[in-house]
């Protein structure tokens, strides 16, 4: 894979925010073995490289109710040496769509000769051993994990975490591209062959979305989420610097993956508010506006690529409410935030109630936090896992 290399960096705190980034080829041929190419204009990563890689991450799909199809598409467009964790929210009853995921799941395997994770949300196993380590705010009524994509993330995370994987990456189960799947974690894996940093972060952003306008084939760039989104992250950084910027370009990035330790240090935000709030939460414990902890344990900078896909992003497409939904949830993450500054929060909330997301006199909800992941007891958890179905897979080192 060739790639460009940023060619501007915001630097802010001990963060540093790449430009987004092209792609030049998706296949840059066999290179130098597994010793990547990198110069002040390009970074190019061959074959055996990436593999050594993938060798060593985990790819996450969270699922909730996605056509198989378009899930089994989505496991045939991650490459071979990927562990798979698949994290469902699906239902079980009137029909069992759990239990037709899990056939699915494991006809891939035979076919493919690999092992592969599958774990419902819901699972009392991982909920109870979740009490047991304290880590309590993930669960909800009936003492199960919430209902939401970040929190099938979470759990998704916790197992790669467990399986010795470092690095992991999230792909949407209800992508009709398997190619673009395909290309997201060769993204992932030449940046992480290539970036200087043990906490390193990339953001995907969506060359195009396909729309159909006056029966033609028209390729959107920018949603009215994302847009906005991005405008409002891009305002709080400007606010900081006193310079206007646009860097960020991947607020909403679905698509995205981490290295082990970031991933492990993040605070989390529920639902679909944790993609901006991933980028909230670095400037809240990194950026250095605040006395932290965090900042001051830091030995190393914090690595943000950004880089946009070729082929173009065609899902599920989400009714008006769900648009909606996802933008209210961004913009409540970053309204709560102690960094965000106090004009910002009052554009804030005037396009909340111009969107009738919230009312004149009230504020917005406030999003529900989860502690970092590195605060878990591991070998505590790992023990109250040990009668798991899926235990032997996931602590047996064999993945
Ligand atoms: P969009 O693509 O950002 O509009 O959002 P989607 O509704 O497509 O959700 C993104 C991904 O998260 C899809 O693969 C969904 O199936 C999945 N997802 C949504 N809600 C949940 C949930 O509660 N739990 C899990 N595990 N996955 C979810
Ligand atoms: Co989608």
Known sequence: MRIERPKEIERFGAIRFGELQRIFELDSGPGNGDSPVVNSAIMQVGSQALAEVQKDMAIIVPVRNERLKLVEGVLCGIPHPCLIIVVSNSPRDPVDRFGMEQDALQEFCTFTGKQAVILHQKDPIIARALAKVGYRSVLGEGRQVRDGKAEGMLLGTLLARL??????????????????????????????ATCESPYTMVRIAWHSKPKIVESKLFFRKWGRTTTRTNEFLNRLLAHYTGYDTDIIKTANAGEHAMTMELAMALDYSSGYSIEPYHIINLIEQFGGIHESEALRQLQHRIEVYQVESRNPHLH????????????????????????????????????????????????????????????????????????????????????
């Open 163 to 192: 399986a010795g994987k470092k690095y992991v990456g999230f792909v949407d189960a209800d992508n009709y591209f398997p190619g673009a799947v395909e290309e997201y974690v060769r993204v992932y894996s030449a940046v992480f």
């Open 316 to 399: 599920e497409a989400g009714d008006d409410s769900h648009i909606d939904d996802m933008s209210y949830q961004a913009m409540q993450v970053i309204y709560h935030s102690s960094v965000c500054p106090d004009r910002l929060r009052k554009d804030l909330h005037r396009v909340m109630v111009s969107n009738e997301y919230c009312t004149p006199h009230a504020k917005p909800r406030r999003p529900r936090y989860f502690p970092p992941l590195q605060t878990l007891d591991f070998n505590k958890f790992s023990a109250a896992i040990a009668d798991h179905p899926q235990a032997k897979l996931i602590l047996g080192g064999n993945l």
